[in-house]
């Protein structure tokens, strides 16, 4: 999308405009707006003109623009239909250079999740990777996944279902059987030196409008939960709240307060398979900059950097 379509939605999003003000506003002459309108027309807006100026009567379903329009936080949006991964399309743009990018896509065809696992990506899931260039250290890096898993948890909270998180990221729901089952994954990519982060691709996959038995049994959808949700205003939500909670601004300590108001994994008995080696005991904290306090059998607590983590029962 051009800068000047760009500036064009933001300027609708506020409301009603004439034309002769968008003129004004974003520096180009009228017959450049009227052009922009039909290209944004034809991009599937239903825009009408009537004495205020121009009107956003309706939306498209999902693209770059439709999720741009009316978003509160500062990214551009990359869509594609089908893409083999947002996250290689991401690490392409920050190799050009780019960042504040989400690259979207409706259907990935070579998916990831961690360590390398497959990850099923059909048609209708939120598949999206944020290209940022933060300008935190390294090693305060999971920070930005734990606010991550945060926003999908709060995004899924307000279309209705109880969504929690198990460390580090991945979010869970609990079917009626009391079996929990992924409803996201959040892949997190970086480069960088000892002391700078080159660049940072977040990337969370949302089992959305996807029916069930299209997943692994270990997964499920919102689609299996509440009914189809709307996509754009889902993934916009988790945009906007990832942006509150890593802003320059922001206070970090309200990332791992908001980690542990949406935590499954604190309070339960864990297994957590690391480098160094197989730590149980029960989840009793998460601390700066995401690393997850193990009290063990023998009353010692342990704190894991790394890991991947099992929940041994039910809290």
């Known amino acids: 999308m051009n800068e000047t379509r760009r500036e064009l939605l933001a300027a609708l999003a506020d409301g009603p405009a004439p034309g002769p003000e968008l003129a004004e506003r974003l520096g180009v002459s009228r017959a450049a707006v009227w052009k922009q309108v039909e290209a944004l027309r034809e991009a599937g807006f239903d825009i009408e003109s009537d004495g205020d100026g121009y009107r956003v009567v309706s939306v ?5 623009a439709a999720i741009e329009f009316g978003l509160g936080a500062p990214y551009e949006i990359e869509y594609h239909d089908r893409i083999a991964s947002t996250n290689d399309r991401a690490r392409e743009l920050a190799a050009e250079g780019d960042e504040n990018v989400v690259v979207v896509a409706d259907e990935q065809t070579g998916g990831r999740g961690r360590l390398a696992r497959e990850w099923t990506a059909p048609s209708g899931g939120i598949w999206a990777s944020l290209l940022l260039r933060p300008p935190r250290p390294p090693a305060e890096i999971p920070l930005y996944t734990l606010a991550a898993a945060v926003a999908v948890a709060r995004a899924s909270r307000e279309v209705g279902v109880d969504a929690r998180i198990k460390w580090p990221n991945d979010i869970l729901l609990t079917g009626e059987d ?13 480069e960088g030196e000892a002391d700078r982060v080159s660049w940072l691709v977040v990337g969370p996959g949302v089992n959305a409008n996807i029916d069930a038995d299209a997943l692994p049994p270990d997964a499920t959808s919102l689609r299996a939960a509440v009914g189809d949700v709307d996509r754009r205003a889902f993934l916009q939500r988790v945009l ?3 942006y509150e909670l890593t802003s320059a601004d922001a206070d970090v300590e309200g990332i791992l307060d908001a980690w542990r108001e949406h935590a499954a994994t604190l309070g339960r008995r864990v297994r957590i398979d690391t480098p160094g080696g197989v730590v149980e005991g029960e989840a009793v904290d998460v601390r700066f900059p995401g690393s997850l306090v193990v009290r063990t059998d023998d009353g010692d607590e342990r704190v894991v950097h790394a890991g991947d983590c099992e929940h041994l029962r039910p809290a």
Not at 60 to 64: Q, R, W
Not at 178 to 183: F, P, S, V
């Open 240 to 242: 906007e709240t990832f």
């Open 60 to 64: 498209p379903e999902y693209g770059a």
């Open 178 to 190: 009391g079996a929990e089952r992924k409803l996201c994954g959040i892949l997190t990519e970086m």
